[in-house]
């Protein structure tokens, strides 16, 4: 299968309407998630990595104590592709994820105190 490269035009463009906290830099697309420390970082990489591995389309990660660095491309067509479009919303969705928000009052989410503390949710 033959995937076609987006034009950086065309790349800023979904960004800014369909991911609009993931970048554009250096030929890859781009998300920093912040975390509350070490063991949410790890929990983030994991969750990365089993999306990617059930994508069977694999990032480049950054892993520091407070953040994550995604990044995408796709190899084979030297640029971003759909596949880079769809794996980075599907992160988006999953990490991002915030259930007191959107779960109708099932969920409560994650309590507002500092030993609890996991994603820092972009507002």
Not at 51 to 63: F, G, I, N, Q, Y
Not at 76 to 93: N, P, Q, R, V, Y
């Amino acid at each position: 299968m033959t995937e076609q490269a987006y034009t950086e035009a065309e790349v800023e463009g979904r960004l800014t309407t369909e991911l609009p906290h993931w970048v554009y830099e250096k030929g890859w697309i781009r998300r920093k998630i912040k975390t509350s420390g070490w063991k949410a970082s790890l929990m983030v990489v994991n969750t990365v990595g089993h999306l990617a591995e059930k994508a069977w389309h694999h990032p480049d990660l950054t892993v520091s104590y407070a953040f994550v660095i995604v990044k995408l491309v796709t190899h084979s067509a030297k640029g971003i592709t759909e596949k880079d479009f769809a794996l980075a919303k599907k992160i988006e969705e999953v990490v991002m994820w915030d259930a007191a928000e959107t779960s109708a009052g099932v969920f409560e989410g994650t309590p507002d105190d500092p030993r609890f503390k996991y994603i820092k949710q972009d507002k």
